[in-house]
């Protein structure tokens, strides 16, 4: 098993660029994709970010994701922050066909 | 469209037994992994377990294995979480979803129900 882990917190201003990280502890990156969700205060989690770098439709272009093998990471930038991207965001892989690995969780601030 | 619809909120006291529902529709429920996922206050997501809807193949988190039992009427579109005896330790919000066909991520999520248990 290996372990995600994430920021406690980020903060960015409106119309900035924001970086998470999602670290993974063990076995490659590159072996299982990454995906990310946003939770908003009081709503159930929604997909940003699927198979490492693809957007469902109706996810801005402000938002992309990246794997980084070298330090064994994937990350979720956002850009042109708006008040509205203020959330906890997740990152989340697998390993095996059945077993689902979260990681900690981001609230990001949009000051 | 499809949609995951939970069951509304609960209220129970420690001991207690309680099963919580998530029916699924705009899809073909039986062909669809479907999750269950525990959010406690203030915490991140932890995955309890999956059951394949057509068969009725479940698998456990090895953390809740003996904790809950997931089950599906496939009849009805419709899964379930069910615990014998809560425990405070219990409270959170926890969420269905629907794994894609890949099984790789949660595509789908109801809107959660909250347990309380005190």
């Known amino acids: 098993n290996f372990m995600l882990t994430q920021p406690h917190s980020v903060s960015g201003s409106p119309g900035k660029t924001v970086t998470i990280s999602c670290t993974r502890s063990?076995?490659?990156?590159?072996?299982?994709?990454v995906q990310w969700y946003q939770q908003r205060p009081g709503s159930a989690p929604t997909t940003v970010i699927y198979e490492n770098n693809q957007r469902p439709s109706g996810v801005p272009d402000r938002f992309s994701g990246s794997i980084d093998s070298s330090s064994n990471s994937a990350s979720l930038t956002i850009s042109g922050l708006k008040t509205e991207d203020e959330a906890d965001y997740f990152c989340?892989?697998?390993?095996?066909?059945?077993?689902?690995?979260f990681g900690g969780g981001t609230k990001l601030t949009v000051l | 469209e499809v949609q995951l619809v939970q069951s509304g909120a609960e209220v129970k006291k420690p001991g207690e037994s309680l099963e919580i529902s998530c029916k699924g529709s705009g899809y073909s429920f039986s062909n669809y992994w479907i999750g269950w996922v525990r959010q406690m206050p203030g915490k991140g997501l932890e995955w309890m377990g999956v059951?394949?809807?057509?068969?009725?193949?479940?698998r456990y988190s090895p953390s809740f294995q003996g904790q809950v039992t997931i089950s599906a009427d496939k009849s009805i579109s419709t899964a379930y979480v069910q615990w014998n005896s809560l425990k405070a330790s219990d409270t959170a919000i926890y969420y269905c979803?629907?794994?894609?066909?890949?099984?790789?991520?949660?595509?789908?999520w109801g809107q959660g129900t909250l347990v309380t248990v005190s």
């Open positions: 989340q892989s697998y390993h095996s066909s059945i077993h689902w690995v």
């Open positions: 979803a629907r794994l894609t066909t890949a099984t790789t991520r949660f595509d789908y």
């Open positions: 063990s076995g490659s990156i590159a072996s299982n994709s």
């Open positions: 059951i394949y809807p057509g068969d009725s193949d479940t």
